[in-house]
């Protein structure tokens, strides 16, 4: 892609501007626990096979840039700091000046060269092949930018031997080129490709052959049993970035045979207790959360094909199918009796816990603390049209809720990192830094009333057209009723402990329906919707079933945990 070119800024461009208010780094509120012992986790070091690597979050600050002199717009390069001794580093980070100064970078060292914790045969076999980490042959200037107050960035691609792989690039303020010493690239077979993930910096020119961008990067194939491992480099380009297109760095790839760095039981239990999110629901909520076990006592049926009117269903699930796949042949309902179904409905403070499935991340280096909790019953849906709030009769609606927000720790230290909140159809990480805390290290998730998708702050969420303020709303705020599930959890899945270690319930084994398919009429129920629009903006029905999630329409029946693509996959 870059070849000897280089792009450099010049007057054709718009004008580039030092930066001087760099972020401030970010702590958690709370210090860390004395984590219990066992193998590898938050011992600062994780072996990914040949290579050993450290976290780096300590940086130095390179070269920052604005180009519209306003700090939400500004940049920085840094550099790793006090990389520990017999490491190097892979590559440089980036990132806007908007925002606390939080992210990390591996730096590498050759269990080869190091020959630590391995046996005589197995270094034997491994000095055969070619080292893990070698200098670059060179470096190819990709961009430079020159400001008005004498400023100056120069961005470097490290040119790797071949058989070799460029983690990340090197950043200078002068032009003079680096030292070779500066970074290692790394052996293919020890990497995986990444992809381009959220935009940092982009400039435009009157040429659109000379556009630049810089992003973050993550692995391309994440996911519970992918080994992939981010660097915690950015990649840049001077020319149209194409999806599909493989990029020139890469990430890491853990070749170990065991996950050594991922908590044991016991610091699962402690990194939940220290962690856990308190779960407040809306001050209206009419359908709360319960145990699953609750809901199974109190009436809950299993229907199938042939057997409509429904089979009481054993509080542990023990004689629901188990297994398979979902061919929607079974499904799960509430009693015929009205009272039953009411009671239902309304859920059991009580009993509600969150269920806990814990899993590798990013190659074992992270581990995901995904907390799962049901609801008995999904309420109908409210649409905000404008300034109007129109609360629908059944659309929405229906039985079996499941819903998670998941903790992203990171191994290398077991502090928090990201969490994810998932909301309807799909979701998004918030950084630690902009979760609001409850008490020491506990964050909030607030459950939207009646949809109880996750939300970070308290508010109103509209998921549609902005522009237009047509679409699902989704209200969110503190009250007196909240789970806390640093307490209030029950692990029922950690796969890579073991057989035997935790028992799954039975069930997490059904894979077929929690709830009947539903359809609703809802171009009855979305023609009042476009009578009360002005006449100026009022939609067709097809183009108004555009702004909504689809499940908003009708749902074949809502599938359990491990039915969902994030079981085993990462978050959406």
Same mark, same amino acid.
């Given at each position: 892609m870059f070849g000897c070119e280089c792009w450099c800024w010049n007057s054709e461009y718009e004008e580039l501007y030092d930066q001087s208010d760099e972020p401030k780094p970010y702590s958690l509120p709370s210090p860390l626990p004395k984590w219990p012992q066992g193998q590898s986790f938050a011992s600062g070091r994780i072996c990914l096979g040949e290579i050993e690597v450290v976290q780096v979050?300590?940086?130095e600050s390179v070269w920052s840039c604005n180009r519209l002199r306003g700090k939400s717009k500004a940049v920085t390069f840094y550099r790793p700091a006090r990389i520990p001794d017999d490491f190097f580093c892979l590559g440089h980070y980036c990132q806007p000046n908007d925002?606390?100064?939080r992210g990390f970078l591996l730096a590498a060292r050759d269990m080869v060269a190091t020959r630590k914790d391995m046996g005589d045969g197995l270094v034997q076999d491994l000095v055969q092949k070619l080292p893990a980490l070698i200098k670059p042959l060179a470096y190819s200037l990709v961009w430079n930018a020159d400001s008005t107050n004498g400023g100056c960035g120069y961005i470097w691609m490290p040119n790797p031997p071949v058989g070799y792989k460029a983690m990340g690039f090197v950043v200078t303020d002068d032009s003079e080129e680096p030292s070779l010493d500066v970074v290692r690239c790394v052996r293919e077979d020890l990497t995986e490709t990444c992809e381009a993930c959220d935009q940092i910096l982009a400039v435009d020119s009157r040429s659109s052959e000379n556009q630049f961008q810089v992003w973050s990067t993550r692995p391309c194939e994440r996911g519970m049993l992918c080994r992939s491992v981010p660097v915690g480099t950015f990649f840049c380009t001077n020319t149209y970035?194409?999806?599909?297109?493989?990029?020139?760095?890469?990430?890491?790839?853990?070749?170990?045979s065991s996950l050594h760095a991922m908590p044991n039981l016991q610091q699962v239990h402690t990194l939940i207790e220290h962690y856990g999110p308190t779960v407040f629901f809306h001050p209206d909520e009419a359908y709360l959360p319960s145990s699953v076990q609750w809901f199974f006592k109190n009436g809950a049926v299993l229907c199938g094909d042939s057997c409509?009117? %429904?089979?009481?269903?054993?509080?542990? %699930?023990s004689n629901l199918p188990s297994g398979g796949e979902n061919l929607h042949d079974y499904w799960i309902d509430l009693p015929n009796d009205h009272d039953a179904r009411h009671h239902i409905k309304a859920g059991d403070m009580e009993s509600a816990k969150l269920y806990v499935h814990v899993k590798p991340a990013l190659g074992g280096t992270f581990t995901d603390v995904a907390m799962w909790i049901f609801c008995p019953f999904n309420g109908p849906a409210t649409i905000k049209v404008g300034v109007l709030s129109i609360a629908m009769n059944k659309i929405g609606e229906h039985v079996g809720d499941?819903?998670?927000?998941?903790l992203r720790v990171s191994n290398f230290t077991g502090e928090l990192w990201q969490l994810y909140f998932s909301e309807h159809s799909g979701g998004r990480w918030v950084d630690a830094f902009d979760l609001e805390f409850i008490e020491g290290n506990k964050s909030v998730v607030y459950s939207s009333k009646h949809g109880h998708s996750s939300y970070p702050h308290s508010g109103t969420y509209i998921q549609g057209s902005s522009k237009l303020g047509i679409g699902l709303k989704n209200e969110v705020a503190r009250s007196k009723m909240f789970i806390d599930s640093s307490s209030k959890y029950e692990i029922v899945a950690a796969e890579y402990l073991g057989d035997g270690v935790i028992e799954e319930p039975c069930w997490l084994q059904y894979m077929r329906d929690w709830g009947p398919t539903v359809v609703y009429d809802s171009r009855s129920e979305l023609d009042k919707i476009i009578d009360r629009l002005p006449f100026f903006v009022r939609f067709s029905v097809e183009n108004l079933f555009e702004l909504f999630p689809t499940e908003l329409?009708?749902?074949? %029946?809502?599938t359990g945990p491990k039915e969902k693509d994030n079981w085993l996959g990462d978050e959406r």
């Open positions: 979050t300590e940086f925002q606390p100064l970035l194409d999806s599909d297109e493989e990029l020139e760095v890469a990430c890491l790839k853990n070749i170990s409509e009117t %429904g089979e009481p269903i054993d509080h542990r %699930g499941w819903e998670h927000y998941t329409y009708g749902e074949e %029946g809502p």
